[in-house]
Nanobody, 119 residues
Framework: QVQLVESGGGLVQAGGSLRLSCAASGNIFRINDMGWYRQAPGKQRELVAAITRGDSTNYADSVKGRFTISRDNAKNTVYLQMNGLKPEDTGVYYC?????????????WGQGTLVTVSS
């Protein structure tokens, strides 16, 4: 079993910053791509940022220049530094990882952490 545990969400005023962390634990051979998604009330889950094992990154247009995704492969952890937060960034943020085993890979999701940005 592999688990992803997120932390770092909370309530912040517009313009503020938060740093999300997501640590993977369990039977892990290697973690390939990792990402952060968010789901705002009444909306579909969307990709916020993704990072490959080689540190190539991809961001949603709405967060470019404000959010930074990074990872520590030794700790099986991915981070999301969020600066210049806006009320429209409010939502539940989910961590996602592609876990590699010797013969197959599979996707794992965290339980989500709530980010609320007040205006």
């Amino acid at each position: 079993q592999v688990q992803l545990v997120e932390s770092g969400g909370g309530l912040v005023q517009a313009g503020g910053s938060l740093r999300l962390s997501c640590a993977a634990s369990g039977n892990i051979f290697r973690i390939n791509d990792m990402g952060w998604y968010r789901q705002a009330p009444g909306k579909q889950r969307e990709l916020v940022a993704a990072i490959t094992r080689g540190d190539s990154t991809n961001y949603a247009d709405s967060v470019k220049g404000r959010f930074t995704i990074s990872r520590d492969n030794a700790k099986n952890t991915v981070y999301l530094q969020m600066n210049g937060l806006k009320p429209e960034d409010t939502g539940v943020y989910y961590c996602q990882a592609e876990v590699q085993l010797p013969v197959r890979s599979f996707e794992v999701w965290g339980q989500g952490t709530l980010v609320t940005v007040s205006s």
